[in-house]
């Protein structure tokens, strides 16, 4: 899967399940993924794509480190908007995801709550789900 894939009307629709790993794609580069970066995708209410947020050089930070305040007003203005959020860990090497990628799924799980609809892992060979159930490698 690649964002050469997405349908022409990819913007106007609600992104579905089988779309978002192409959008995810689309907004983390490679240079993004060699930075190693947390997306955070922001859709509306119908679930379709608002504003794209990338911050690089997230490589070496473990969850929670000096983050908390900004995930805790993000997910205070995605309410006031009925916003959601798709997020994604940029990163070299390969897939399955990492204890160290599975802890962030799980920390943005509990910071963001029923507000995230999905997060991904990407890297340059491949865009995976982390799953709630997801392993560590």
């Known amino acids: 899967m690649t964002f050469q894939d997405l349908p022409d009307d990819w913007s106007d629709r609600s992104l579905t399940p089988?779309?978002?790993p192409d959008i995810v794609?689309?907004?983390?580069?490679?240079?993004a993924k060699s930075a190693g970066c947390l997306a955070l995708l922001v859709l509306d209410s119908e679930l379709r794509m608002l504003q794209p947020i990338v911050i690089s050089e997230m490589a070496g930070h473990r969850p929670g480190e000096g983050g908390g305040d900004f995930l805790e007003q993000f997910a205070a203005m995605l309410d006031e908007s009925g916003a959601r959020v798709v997020a994604a860990l940029g990163r070299l090497g390969d897939v399955p995801?990492?204890?160290?990628d599975?802890?962030?799924?799980?920390y943005l799980r509990d910071s963001l709550g029923g507000r995230l609809v999905a997060v991904f892992l990407a890297t340059r060979d491949a865009v995976v789900?982390?799953?709630?159930?997801?392993?560590?490698?």
């Open 18 to 20: 089988d779309l978002l």
């Open 25 to 31: 794609d689309l907004f983390v580069s490679d240079e």
């Open 97 to 100: 995801p990492s204890e160290g």
């Open 102 to 106: 599975v802890a962030w799924a799980s």
């Open 129 to 137: 789900e982390i799953g709630p159930t997801t392993a560590a490698a």
